[in-house]
C-alpha cells in the first residue's frame, strides 16, 4: 500500500469520526440488527428506505449510514437462527444446523456469543481484503467471464455430496430437484414458459425467501408446536450465563484459523457478481466439513465450528462485495445496486475515480464496514442475554409472533399472494423431508444455483463455443468440483474391499417400508415435469432433462438401495450411505427432529394442528387483512393450544405486536397488503384494511 493510499485510509478514518458521521453509523447498525433478526426481511429493504435520507448528506455520512445498516444485517440474522430455527436471512441457513441444535442443549449463550464474534471477525477481515486487495483486483476482476462464473457456480453444486452427509444419492437427488424448480418460469432465451401452472405468479419463478423460509423455519416452529416444550426445556440457567458467552468468544479464538479460511471464501466469494450471498454460508461450512477434524461426525448436532464457519463467512462477503461495485460499478449484492444508486446521487462514479481522486471516499466504505461490524457486535453482546432467555419461553409464547413475522417476511418475496402458498408447500415439503432424513439443504442449494447455471451455460456457449472448458481457471474448478461429487462412492469402494464385494452386500429380498412413499411422490412430480419439458423447444428443455434425469438415476440406486441391502452390510457406509441404519444413526447433514420420544399417530395429529394454523392465518388475512388477523392470530393460538395462556400475557402481546406491524410494516417500509374481501365490502374498513 503506497502512502497516497495511507494518506487516504487516515483521511477517511478522521472524518468517520466526525460525532454525526458515528451517529449514523450507529443508527444504522441498529437498523440492520432489527432487520436482521426479523425472518425475511433482510437489509434490501432498509437500505432502499434510507436513501432517500442521504440526499442532503455528505457522501462519508450517506455511506456510513447506509453500510452501517448492510454491514449489520448478517450479524442480526444468526439471532432467530440460532434460538428458534429461523433464518433472519437466506445467508444464515447454515447457522441452524449447529445453532439450533446448540440451543436445545442449553447452549444458547455460547452459540450467540461464537456467532457475534466470527462475525466481527469476518467483517474486519472483509473489509481489510477489500482495502489491501482493491487496487490488485481490478485488473484480475476484468478476466472474470461467463465460464468462471458458470464454474463457480458447478463448484457449489458440489458441495451437494458435502452437505448430504450420509445420504449423498439423497442429497444429489434432492439437489437436482432444486435445480429443477429453479428453472420455473419464463425461459430466458426462448421465452418457454416452464412449469406456470398457468400461473402469472410462477412467470418469474418462485422467490427465494419463501422457499428459504419454508424450507428451514416451519419445519423447526412444526416440530416445537409437536414437543410443545420450549426450546431448551430444562437450560433456563445455562442458557442465559455469562461463561456461556465468555466461551463462545474464546471458542472463536481457539478456531481462528477456521475463522480466517471461511472469512477469505466469504470475501473472495462476495467479490464476484452473480454468485450470491445465500450460498455463500454453504460453501463455508461445507470446507468446514471437509477440513475440520472429526467434523463428519458432529456437524449438524451442535459443532460450534459449524455456527464460526457459517457467520464468519457471511459478514466477509459484504467486504467483498463492495469490490466490484466500487471497481467497475458492477454491484456484487442486491444491496449493493441500491447502494449504486447513493453513488449517482452524490456524484460519485464507480471505476477509476474510487481508486484516484474519491479515494478517501472507498476507504471511508471500508472504515464503515469495519466499524459498523464491531458496533453491531457489541450491540448484540449488550442485550444477548435477553435474547438468549427465548430460547427458555413456552411454546405458545414463542409462536404466534414468530409465526405472524413469518407471513409478512414472506409475502416480501415478490409481494403477492403466491408467496404465501410457497411458503406454506415449502413448509409441508420442508417438514416431511427432516421427518424421513432427507437432507434439505442440497434442496435449497439447487434453487440458488439453477438460474446462474443455468444462464451463464448459454452464455459461454454463445460467447466462447466450446473454447471455454480450456480456460485455466474453469478446467482447475471443474476438477475440484468433479472429485467432491465423485468422492462418497470412491470412500465406499474403498470401505467395502473393492466394488465387486460391495456389490455381494445385497439381497433378493426387498425391505418394504412406509416412508418409501416419499420416493414415489418424488418419482411422479418429476415423471410430470419432465414429461412436460419434452414438448418444449431444444434450448429451453436440454437443461432440464438433463437435470431430471440425473434425479431420476440417484432415486432409482438409492431406493435399489434402501429396499435391497443385505442387513449385516448397513452398518458400513454403503453405497452412498443409504442404508436404513446409516440414515437413522448417522448424520445426515441436517436437524434431527427432537420429536422420537412421541408416538407417530401424535406427532401426524399435532402437525395437522399445527399446518392448520397456517391455513387459518392465510384464510382470515384474505377476508380481513394482516393486520387485522394479527391480534386475533396471537389471542386465538394462546388461548386455544393446549397450554392456555393467561389473558395477562395474551393482551399485551396481541396489542405490543399489532402496533410494531402496523408502525414498521405499513408505516415506515408502506407494504402494499394484497385486497381483501371485507375491504371490498365494507368501505368504512377500507381504512383499517390496507390494500392495493
Known amino acids: 500500500m503506497d502512502v497516497s493510499m495511507l494518506d487516504a485510509a487516515g483521511k477517511a478514518f478522521v472524518l468517520l469520526f466526525d460525532p454525526f458521521r458515528l451517529m449514523l453509523l450507529a443508527l444504522g447498525c441498529v437498523m440492520g440488527l432489527v432487520l436482521g433478526i426479523l425472518p425475511g426481511i433482510g437489509g434490501l429493504a432498509g437500505t432502499a428506505l434510507l436513501l432517500p435520507f442521504t440526499f442532503n448528506m455528505d457522501p462519508y455520512a450517506a455511506m456510513a449510514l447506509l453500510l452501517g445498516l448492510g454491514a449489520t444485517t448478517a450479524t442480526g440474522d444468526p439471532i432467530p437462527a440460532i434460538l428458534f430455527g429461523v433464518p433472519g436471512g437466506a445467508g444464515s441457513a447454515a447457522t441452524v444446523l449447529d445453532g439450533l441444535p446448540l440451543a436445545k442443549r442449553g447452549e444458547a449463550s455460547r452459540a450467540l456469543s461464537a456467532a457475534y464474534m466470527s462475525s466481527m471477525m469476518g467483517g474486519i477481515f472483509g473489509a481489510a481484503l477489500m482495502a489491501v486487495l482493491l487496487p490488485v483486483l481490478r485488473p484480475m476482476m476484468l478476466y472474470i467471464g461467463s465460464p468462471e462464473l458458470l464454474a463457480f457456480a458447478v463448484l457449489g453444486i458440489s458441495m451437494v455430496a458435502v452437505l448430504s452427509g450420509s445420504a449423498p444419492l439423497r442429497g444429489l437427488a434432492a439437489g437436482c430437484i432444486g435445480l429443477m424448480i429453479s428453472m420455473v418460469g419464463s425461459d430466458p432465451q426462448t421465452g418457454t414458459l416452464r412449469w406456470t401452472l398457468d400461473s402469472l405468479y410462477l412467470w418469474e419463478g418462485a422467490p427465494l425467501v419463501p422457499i428459504v423460509l419454508g424450507l428451514f423455519a416451519l419445519p423447526e416452529l412444526c416440530d416445537l408446536a409437536i414437543s410443545r416444550t420450549s426450546i431448551a426445556p430444562g437450560s433456563k440457567q445455562l442458557s442465559t450465563s455469562t461463561a456461556g458467552m465468555i466461551q463462545g468468544a474464546r471458542d472463536c479464538f481457539t478456531h481462528w484459523w477456521l475463522v480466517v479460511r471461511c472469512s477469505w471464501l466469504g470475501a473472495a466469494l462476495g467479490a464476484v457478481p452473480g454468485i450470491g450471498g445465500a450460498i455463500v454460508d454453504w460453501l463455508a461450512y461445507g470446507h468446514a466439513l471437509k477440513t475440520e477434524k472429526g467434523a463428519a461426525s458432529t456437524f449438524g448436532r451442535g459443532d460450534i465450528r459449524g455456527v464460526i464457519a457459517s457467520e464468519s463467512s457471511n459478514n466477509a462477503k459484504e467486504g467483498g462485495a463492495l469490490i466490484p461495485t466500487v471497481a467497475f460499478g458492477v454491484p456484487g449484492s442486491a444491496g449493493m445496486a441500491i447502494l449504486l444508486g447513493a453513488f449517482l446521487i452524490h456524484g460519485l462514479v464507480p471505476g477509476p475515480d474510487m481508486l484516484t481522486k474519491n479515494l478517501s471516499v472507498t476507504y471511508a466504505m471500508v472504515w464503515s464496514v469495519a466499524l459498523a461490524n464491531v458496533l453491531g457486535a457489541g450491540l448484540c453482546y449488550l442485550f444477548s442475554s435477553q435474547f438468549a432467555r427465548l430460547a427458555t419461553l413456552r411454546y405458545t409464547l414463542i409462536l404466534p409472533a414468530t409465526l405472524s413475522i413469518i407471513y409478512i417476511g414472506a409475502f416480501q418475496g415478490s409481494r403477492n399472494w403466491g408467496d404465501l402458498y410457497t411458503l406454506l408447500a415449502f413448509g409441508v415439503l420442508g417438514?416431511?423431508?427432516?421427518?424421513?432424513?432427507?437432507?434439505?439443504?442440497?434442496?435449497?442449494?439447487?434453487?440458488?444455483?439453477?438460474?446462474?447455471?443455468?444462464?451463464?451455460?448459454?452464455?459461454?456457449?454463445?460467447?466462447?463455443?466450446?473454447?471455454?472448458?480450456?480456460?485455466?481457471?474453469?478446467?482447475?474448478?471443474?476438477?475440484?468440483?468433479?472429485?467432491?461429487?465423485?468422492?462418497?462412492?470412491?470412500?465406499?469402494?474403498?470401505?467395502?474391499?473393492?466394488?465387486?464385494?460391495?456389490?455381494?452386500?445385497?439381497?433378493?429380498?426387498?425391505?418394504?417400508?412406509?416412508?418409501?412413499?416419499?420416493?414415489?411422490?418424488?418419482?411422479?412430480?418429476?415423471?410430470?415435469?419432465?414429461?412436460?419439458?419434452?414438448?418444449?423447444?431444444?434450448?429451453?428443455?436440454?437443461?432440464?432433462?438433463?437435470?431430471?434425469s440425473i434425479a431420476a438415476v440417484c432415486m432409482t440406486i438409492s431406493l435399489f438401495n434402501y429396499m435391497f441391502r443385505r442387513p449385516a452390510a448397513q452398518v458400513d457406509v454403503g453405497l452412498a450411505g443409504e442404508t436404513v441404519h446409516e440414515i437413522e444413526s448417522k448424520i445426515h447433514m441436517d436437524l434431527d427432529s427432537g420429536t422420537d420420544d412421541i408416538p407417530m399417530p401424535v406427532i401426524l395429529r399435532r402437525a395437522a394442528v399445527f399446518f392448520g394454523w397456517?391455513?387459518?392465518?392465510?384464510?382470515?388475512?384474505?377476508?380481513?387483512?394482516?393486520?387485522?388477523?394479527?391480534?386475533?392470530?396471537?389471542?386465538?393460538?394462546?388461548?386455544?393450544?393446549?397450554?392456555?395462556?393467561?389473558?395477562?400475557?395474551?393482551?399485551?402481546?396481541?396489542?405490543?405486536?399489532?402496533?410494531?406491524?402496523?408502525?414498521?410494516?405499513?408505516?415506515?417500509?408502506?407494504?402494499?397488503?394484497?385486497?381483501?374481501?371485507?375491504?371490498?365490502?365494507?368501505?368504512?374498513?377500507?381504512?383499517?384494511?390496507?390494500?392495493?
Open 431 to 548: 417438514w416431511t423431508m427432516k421427518m424421513l432424513k432427507w437432507p434439505r439443504p442440497p434442496l435449497l442449494l439447487g434453487c440458488v444455483l439453477g438460474e446462474i447455471v443455468e444462464r451463464y451455460l448459454f452464455i459461454s456457449i454463445q460467447r466462447y463455443g466450446v473454447d471455454w472448458f480450456a480456460r485455466p481457471i474453469v478446467v482447475v474448478i471443474f476438477a475440484v468440483a468433479f472429485v467432491g461429487l465423485l468422492r462418497p462412492f470412491l470412500q465406499d469402494v474403498k470401505i467395502h474391499g473393492g466394488l465387486k464385494r460391495m456389490l455381494t452386500d445385497f439381497q433378493m429380498k426387498p425391505n418394504f417400508k412406509l416412508d418409501q412413499l416419499f420416493y414415489l411422490f418424488l418419482f411422479a412430480v418429476l415423471g410430470y415435469m419432465m414429461l412436460e419439458a419434452s414438448t418444449w423447444n431444444f434450448s429451453a428443455k436440454i437443461v432440464p432433462m438433463i437435470v431430471g
Open 614 to 692: 397456517l391455513i387459518a392465518f392465510m384464510a382470515s388475512m384474505a377476508t380481513i387483512g394482516l393486520i387485522p388477523t394479527v391480534p386475533i392470530f396471537v389471542i386465538a393460538f394462546m388461548r386455544l393450544e393446549e397450554t392456555k395462556e393467561r389473558w395477562s400475557l395474551v393482551i399485551p402481546q396481541a396489542v405490543i405486536l399489532t402496533i410494531f406491524v402496523y408502525i414498521l410494516f405499513d408505516q415506515l417500509l408502506t407494504i402494499p397488503w394484497p385486497p381483501t374481501l371485507v375491504g371490498g365490502w365494507f368501505p368504512a374498513l377500507k381504512g383499517l384494511i390496507p390494500s392495493v
